[in-house]
């Protein structure tokens, strides 16, 4: 019996025999996409919404040519969002390092499974060892390890499930076994996913406590007493804290050092969501701004985000591994018992593993901690040049003074009135968009619009910047008097 060759051929042949036709397939895909992202400049930054409706992917019936999945693949670059192009200001979306490309590439090659280690012999150590060092960049102790999972709402929820099984001493996670519901605290400006976690595992969203935050975005230390106290006394049971070095929408950094002291003092686990922020420990002149992050029990960083992996890459760091390990370790029996590097499938929500850590590692390597250093103050730089473009128009106002790179801002011009702002804000959006392609997004924060931008590209320059406000100007020029 023999398979037809154009069914062997969509498989690299172990014997070699189509390694012409392969190089072949793999230089056109190559050039392809070198031709779309390396002009990634002059591609739209959002490109149109195209509704293609159901049946326009069809499953085919029968094999495709090179020349059609050509064509797919074009189809897909084409509408897809496009955030190579410095104007794509608007999200934590990069452009990511060419090495993680790259390791994405061969991740799928090598298509090992970081669920135990007989699948994964060498990526399950590197796994382990890249971790480590993560761990102790943040100043955790010689004690800590993590493990990396597919994005930031899973990381936060691997620390969260931890948190709930170690201080309601419930290794087996069963909440139901509990006279009293138990609570969670986070800043009115913590990531939804700290909301979905409620739901998850099983506390219920109502009893994820938002503490108030103050006028510069940060929680509340005296509303965050208030409400401990608050939810002991009606017969809660407080289990964790989860303060955020890097908010979403304005990237605010609640006060790490205040907030592990009352964790200590009311025997809390501190969670910080470094989802965004972490980055930071890379540069030597900006790390402070993580101070109080080593008391963490656990900490959530992406490198997806500022350090510019390819999606998704992401991990959780936890104080105490082997504890972590005993809150949370479900054997396998169909995998071989280790015990120095334990199965990671045994001790992480995911079952079978995506390598994502090859991809982070060869960019580590291209980057070095120096070239991170490099991009990470480069772009607070840029944000010095934004923040002062806008402190030179009265008519654009801060929501916040920003602490990372991510700057939210509105105009409020006074001859429009206040119950029209909203509606001139989406509107200056659409004309940036429109006339110039710059992509800013417009979250509502406050009760209010706002324009959002986060500078992470590196191709950015000081003549984006002073162009997108001269635009700014123009719009506001052109646009008040008719308003
Ligand atoms: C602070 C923060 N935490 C958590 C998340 C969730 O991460 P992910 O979207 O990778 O699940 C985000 C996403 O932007 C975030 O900004």
Redesign the pocket.
């Known amino acids: 019996m023999q398979l037809k060759e154009n069914i062997l051929n969509q498989f690299i042949n172990p014997q070699g025999s189509n390694k012409d036709l392969v190089d072949l397939k793999l230089q056109n895909v190559t050039n392809q996409l070198l031709n779309f992202f390396s002009d990634a400049g002059n591609k739209p930054t959002n490109p149109k919404f195209k509704n293609f409706g159901t049946q326009h992917f069809k499953i085919p019936s029968n094999p495709k040519s090179d020349e059609q999945i050509s064509s797919s693949l074009q189809e897909l670059f084409d509408s897809s969002m496009n955030p190579s192009n410095p104007k794509y200001i608007g999200h ?1 979306d990069t452009i990511p390092t060419l090495w993680s490309i790259i390791g994405d590439y061969v991740a799928s090659a090598m298509n090992n499974n970081l669920l135990s280690l007989e699948m994964s012999p060498v990526l399950t150590q590197l796994e382990y060892s890249i971790t480590e060092q993560f761990a102790s960049l943040f100043g955790l102790p010689n004690s800590s390890g993590g493990l990396m999972l597919g ?6 929820l691997q620390a969260l499930i931890i948190a709930r099984n170690d201080k309601l001493n419930i290794s087996n996670g069963n909440i139901a076994s509990l006279n009293n519901e138990p609570v969670i605290f986070t800043s009115e400006h ?2 939804s ?1 700290v909301q979905k976690i409620g739901m998850i595992i099983g506390i219920g969203t109502e009893n994820v406590i938002k503490i108030k935050a103050d006028k510069n975005s940060k929680m509340d230390i005296q509303d965050l007493e208030r409400q401990i106290t608050e939810q002991k006394k009606i017969g809660k049971i407080p289990f964790a804290i989860v303060a ?1 070095a ?3 929408v304005s990237g605010n950094i609640d006060p790490l050092k205040k907030i592990a002291k009352v964790a200590k003092q009311n025997k809390l686990w501190l969670h910080v ?1 470094a ?2 922020g972490g980055a930071v420990i890379f540069s030597e002149k900006h790390k402070h701004l993580m101070n109080g992050i080593e008391h963490a029990n656990s900490i ?1 960083f ?1 490198p ?2 500022w350090l510019y992996v390819a999606k ?1 890459c ?1 991990m959780v760091l936890f104080r105490d591994f082997k504890s972590m390990i005993q809150n949370f370790r479900i054997t396998a029996p169909y995998m071989k018992e280790q015990n120095e590097y334990i199965n990671l499938g045994e001790i992480n929500i995911h079952g079978t593993k995506y390598a994502e850590i090859v991809k982070l590692w060869l960019s580590l390597l291209g980057l070095g901690k120096s070239g991170i250093r490099e991009l990470i103050d480069f772009s607070f730089e840029i944000t010095e040049t934004f923040i002062t473009e806008i402190s030179k128009r009265e008519y654009l106002k801060l929501t916040s003074r920003p602490e990372l790179n991510i700057i939210c801002f509105r105009a409020e011009p006074n001859q429009i009135q206040n119950s029209m702002l909203d509606k001139w804000n989406e509107k200056l959006q659409n004309y940036l968009l429109a006339k110039t392609d710059f992509f800013l997004s417009l979250p509502r924060y406050k009760g209010k619009l706002w324009l959002r931008t986060v500078l992470l590209n590196p191709f950015l320059t000081k003549g984006h910047i002073e162009s997108l406000f001269s635009e700014i100007d123009e719009f506001n020029e052109k646009y008040h008097k008719t308003a």
């Open positions: 934590m994005g930031g709402t899973l990381s936060n913590s990531h996913s955020t890097g908010t979403t969501d989802i965004y959530a992406n997806q985000k998704t992401s």
